[in-house]
């Protein structure tokens, strides 16, 4: 995999796994037009595995990169080949002496709480300076989708840490093919398998298979659960998105 966010597609592009990469370049291109002309320094806050600082750094913009996950920096360093720096940190632990024009979070706001988020970027992004955000929310405070924010207590958020809309642009349609790729790829493989992967287990003779079978189908019980009724259904059901929940690239500018 070279990129972890959704991409924006295109209106014709058959929904596959090709297409879903150029989709994810498409966003990253997207996004990066919307970054104003006096920005040059940028924190990458939950960078993932650096396709959007790769392509930044390519376009001449200075890049600080932070995640809290080990696995991130392998991938970022590997990726950037040391044009961009990278901290092992979450942003609730992050300092800098220092202020950047620019603080991008592609799909990463979502991980953190608004409040804190906001009160550090406040110090972390200078005085007219920017925040670009493409985010998941829900539409309101629904069961579903729970571990996104609703838009208007973050965008009250933003605007109680001094940070104004400059810019809002709605692109759940362009990311929606996602969703519709996911119910593909979990119902053709992934239920089918583990269906097929418990019977086996199931029908398996002897005591290791039996033991093997007391462990293993609660969780594949627990799998197809989580895909056909939990968190894995919500994420690859399109309608249920689009009634719930909007894909949002937002423009903030810091007026505190
Ligand atoms: C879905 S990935 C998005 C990665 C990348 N920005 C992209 O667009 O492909 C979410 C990222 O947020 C990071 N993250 C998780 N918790 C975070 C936190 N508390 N502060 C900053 N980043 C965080 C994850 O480690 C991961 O890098």
Redesign the pocket.
């Known amino acids: 995999m070279t990129?972890?966010?959704w991409g924006y597609w295109k209106n014709r592009d058959a929904i596959n796994l090709e297409n879903l990469k150029k989709a994810q370049t498409h966003y990253t291109k997207k996004l990066a037009k919307m970054i104003p002309d006096d920005v040059r320094q940028i924190l990458?806050?939950?960078?993932?595995?650096g396709?959007?600082a790769s392509y930044l750094v390519n376009k001449g913009y200075d890049l600080t990169c932070?995640?809290?996950?080990i696995k991130?920096q392998a991938a970022l360093r590997k990726i950037v080949n040391g044009q961009a720096a990278f901290q092992l940190?979450?942003?609730?632990d992050?300092s800098y002496t220092g202020e950047f024009d620019l603080a991008?979070?592609?799909?990463?706001s979502n991980?953190?709480d608004a409040d804190i988020?906001f009160t550090k970027l406040q110090n972390l992004v200078r005085k007219e300076g920017y925040i670009l955000s493409?985010s998941i929310f829900r539409r309101a405070p629904t069961k579903q989708y729970l571990s996104f924010h609703i838009e208007n207590d973050w965008v009250a958020s933003a605007k109680a840490h001094g940070f104004e809309v400059v810019e809002r642009i709605d692109i759940t349609e362009q990311a929606l093919p996602n969703v519709a790729l996911m119910k593909s790829i979990v119902s053709t493989y992934i239920i089918p398998s583990a269906e097929l992967f418990g019977k086996y287990v199931s029908g398996s003779k002897g005591i290791k298979a039996r033991t093997g079978s007391f462990f293993l189908n609660p969780s594949i019980k627990h799998m197809v659960d989580f895909f056909n009724n939990g968190y894995g259904g919500q994420m690859s059901n399109p309608d249920l998105f689009r009634k719930h929940a909007s894909y949002i690239f937002y423009l903030l500018k810091n007026n505190s």
Not at 44 to 49: H, L, R, S
Not at 89 to 92: D, L, P
């Open positions: 990129s972890l966010h990458d806050v939950g960078c993932g595995i396709d959007n932070i995640s809290p996950e991130h940190t979450g942003i609730e992050y991008l979070m592609s799909e990463s991980y953190f988020g493409a």
